[in-house]
């Protein structure tokens, strides 16, 4: 059974759309992110939701919207997308808030095209 | 702020051999926790192996190892007996405790030679 999964895998798009992606985990956990990762592979977490509330905004551009309608579930809406948000998207998810070592666990990615 | 350092962006290492990957990271935090993850062709992120900064015994998982040197805020990985299936990007990354915020490194592609 798939952890944490993110729909779709690939997503191509026209600059200017407005676009979703989404996000499901399995495992009862009860944070979950969103990370970045470019061009150059540099992975950077851009939002964190703990039992649907918003926890971290890394000074990502307003049109990055993550919306929780459950603890199971965060999905990311991108309104007027720009050549710079290809890159791939990452989902992860962990146990608790402040737990110590606890693991972030990874979705498989969405490869975020604008054309 | 915290930094994660991979200061090898490439390394290759001969099937059945050892090959060590570097991490260095700052912090003025006493407490906290390194992880390596490993990203194949796949995409798939997965966790390698992790240590926690207040134990002094480096973690070990299988084939995987960690040479942990907190004095010198160093995190090297340590891959015996290297298979071809360990071939991927390994990321290095950092987490404060108490913070549920993850920095990573700019990772190390290791291709394994048969």
């Known amino acids: 059974d798939t952890a944490v999964s993110q729909t779709p895998k690939y997503l191509v798009t026209q600059m200017g759309n407005d676009k979703s992606i989404k996000c499901e985990q399995n495992?009862?956990?009860?944070?979950m992110y969103w990370y970045k990762q470019d061009s150059k592979k540099f992975l950077k977490i851009m939002f964190s939701y703990n039992n649907k509330e918003l926890i971290i905004n890394e000074t990502v551009p307003n049109r990055f919207s993550p919306k929780s309608p459950d603890k199971a579930h965060l999905n990311l809406h991108i309104n007027s997308l720009e050549l710079g948000d290809s890159a791939v998207y990452f989902c992860?998810?962990?146990?608790?808030?402040?737990?110590?070592?606890?693991?972030?666990?990874f979705g498989p990615g969405t490869r975020l095209t604008v054309l | 702020a915290q930094t994660v350092t991979q200061s090898q962006p490439e390394m290759s290492v001969q099937e059945a051999e050892t090959v060590t990957l570097s991490c260095t990271y700052d912090?003025?935090?006493?407490?906290?926790?390194l992880f390596w993850y490993k990203q194949p062709p796949s995409r798939q992120m997965i966790l390698v192996i992790r240590q926690e900064a207040y134990k002094q015994q480096n973690a070990t998982e299988n084939r995987f190892s960690v040479n942990f040197q907190k004095a010198a805020k160093s995190f090297s990985l340590k891959i015996s007996d290297s298979q071809l299936g360990d071939a991927a990007m390994y990321f290095c990354?950092?987490?404060?405790?108490?913070?549920?915020?993850?920095?990573f490194g700019t990772g190390t592609r290791l291709t394994v030679i048969p």
């Open positions: 992860a998810s962990s146990r608790v808030l402040t737990a110590g070592a606890d693991t972030q666990y």
């Open positions: 990354a950092y987490k404060e405790a108490g913070a549920n915020n993850l920095f």
């Open positions: 912090t003025s935090e006493s407490d906290y926790y």
């Open positions: 495992l009862g956990h009860d944070t």
